[in-house]
């Protein structure tokens, strides 16, 4: 299977105008973020690559082109799969595959409301798992753990309320294994210790 692998990676690199790699079994290419679209066509036009599976994003904030976009695709008759990555740059969008692939719009729109990733040529590019008037890109590392701000329902007005986040407290590092803030139970492999 390998070396099928790597000839099918060979192939679709010089047809794609891309590199090729394998890693863990699984063969990815690495394409331009201008040419996923031409990609994509060619995948599933000419190598049988007729379901598309997943796209995500992640995020590297120390790169010069800080995001990743990466799809995933299935050629069912050889059963065999394809990564294809490409970098996009904060406020470069990449050009949206939803013309080849109508079943990556809401993936599109998820690393759009997630990232901040912007897609090029997508008939409906909008938030889609935070609310509407949410600010920020939760799933970047530079969003803070806690948000910006908090939504309740509060009883008296009748309504749903956004107040900002208020902790009551420093951040505190619990160590449950000092003798000062451990636990009052036996870990496991402590039951010898005649600690009771």
């Known amino acids: 299977m390998g070396g099928e692998l790597i000839q099918l990676g060979e192939a679709l690199?010089?047809?794609?105008?891309?590199?090729?790699?394998?890693?863990f079994g699984e063969l990815t290419l690495t394409v331009s973020r201008d040419a996923i679209?031409?990609?994509?066509?060619?995948?599933?036009?000419?190598?049988?690559?007729?379901?598309?599976?997943d796209l995500c994003g992640v995020d590297f904030p120390e790169r010069e082109?800080?995001?990743?976009?990466?799809?995933?695709?299935?050629n069912p008759a050889m059963n065999d799969r394809v990564r294809v990555k490409l970098a996009a740059g904060e406020g470069e969008a990449v050009p949206s595959i939803s013309?080849?692939?109508?079943?990556?719009?809401?993936?599109?729109?998820?690393?759009?409301?997630l990232y901040g990733i912007a897609f090029s040529g997508h008939p409906d590019l909008r938030r889609l798992l935070t609310d509407y008037g949410f600010e920020g890109h939760p799933m970047r590392k530079d969003f803070p753990l806690t948000g910006y701000v908090e939504v309740r329902y509060d009883d008296e007005a009748k309504r749903v309320v956004y107040q900002?986040?208020?902790?009551?407290q420093e951040f505190r590092n619990f160590d449950f294994l000092s003798p000062w803030e451990g636990t009052h139970y036996d870990l496991p492999g402590d039951e010898k210790a005649g600690r009771r």
Do not use: C, M, Q
């Open 13 to 23: 690199a010089a047809a794609l105008g891309g590199a090729s790699s394998i890693a």
């Open 37 to 53: 679209a031409e990609a994509a066509t060619k995948l599933r036009d000419r190598y049988g690559f007729i379901s598309f599976i």
């Open 65 to 74: 082109r800080r995001f990743e976009v990466v799809y995933h695709f299935l």
């Open 99 to 113: 013309g080849v692939f109508p079943g990556a719009n809401w993936f599109e729109r998820e690393a759009f409301d």
């Open 164 to 168: 900002p986040v208020k902790l009551p």
